[in-house]
């Protein structure tokens, strides 16, 4: 079994800072890309960053210069901290990553089930 946790979600005030964290557990041989994206009701669910096997990140325009994403191989956990938070920022956000399972052939997309971000006074 193969599976995507997120955690590090909750209330923030605007200008606050959140951290999100994200472990895939299970039987994973390897992992690729990794990334987080967000959801608020309404709208489709958007890339805000992901971050390549070798650290190498790339961001939302509305994110960039705000958040960091980062990534942690050794744990197979990916963490985004988010910096000078508005209320654009409240969505469900979703870890996301490219997962080999041990024993099967290529990649597979595998999500978490989310955790909600709400920016508000």
């Known amino acids: 079994q193969v599976q995507l946790v997120e955690s590090g979600g909750g209330l923030v005030q605007p200008g606050g800072s959140l951290r999100l964290s994200c472990a895939a557990s299970?039987?994973?041989?390897?992992?690729?890309?990794m990334g987080w994206y967000r959801q608020s009701p309404g709208k489709e669910r958007d890339m805000v960053a992901t971050?390549?096997?070798?650290?190498?990140?790339n961001y939302a325009d509305s994110v960039k210069g705000r958040f960091t994403i980062s990534r942690d191989n050794a744990k197979n956990t990916v963490y985004l901290q988010m910096n000078s938070l508005n209320s654009e920022d409240t969505a469900v956000y979703y870890c996301n990553a490219d997962v080999r399972v041990r024993y099967t052939f290529g990649f597979k997309t595998m999500w978490g089930r989310g955790t909600q971000v709400t920016v508000s006074s």
């Open positions: 971050v390549t096997s070798v650290g190498n990140g």
């Open positions: 299970g039987s994973i041989s390897s992992i690729n890309d």
